[in-house]
Nanobody, 122 residues
Framework: VQLVESGGGLVQAGNSLRLSCVASGRAFSSYFMGWFRQAPGKERDFVGW????????NYASSVKGRFTISRDNDKNTVYLLMNSLKPEDTAVYYCAADGGLITTVADNWSFWGQGTQVTVSS
């Protein structure tokens, strides 16, 4: 599966941004989808994942209550809605897909997008 993120940009602290990740290929609904982020000089960190049906979602504690992950299997798209953004949310955001694994460890995910930059100014 190929993944393409979009929606990044520059935003002021406190504002919102929605990222999208479109998947090409078959059977999007068979993949767990995840979001990760990587700030300069840091490791790629878990943001959240969503189950195949979209019923189950899990978030990192740093974003819980501010970020929302959703998916539209008819559109082969997963979303990351980011509210109340903070300067520390600045990073390149990546979506990931995996057919059979739920994990917060980036290395265990099989497919990745190219990333989209999110910059939050104070």
């Amino acid at each position: 599966v190929q993944l393409v993120e979009s929606g990044g940009g520059l935003v002021q602290a406190g504002n919102s941004l929605r990222l999208s990740c479109v998947a090409s290929g078959r059977a999007f609904s068979s993949y767990f989808m995840g979001w990760f982020r990587q700030a300069p000089g840091k490791e790629r960190d878990f943001v959240g994942w969503i189950s195949r049906s979209g019923v189950s979602v899990n978030y990192a504690s740093s974003v819980k209550g501010r970020f929302t992950i959703s998916r539209d299997n008819d559109k082969n798209t997963v979303y990351l809605l980011m509210n109340s953004l903070k300067p520390e949310d600045t990073a390149v955001y990546y979506c990931a897909a995996d057919g059979g694994l739920i994990t917060t460890v980036a290395d265990n995910w099989s497919f990745w997008g190219q990333g989209t930059q999110v910059t939050v100014s104070s």
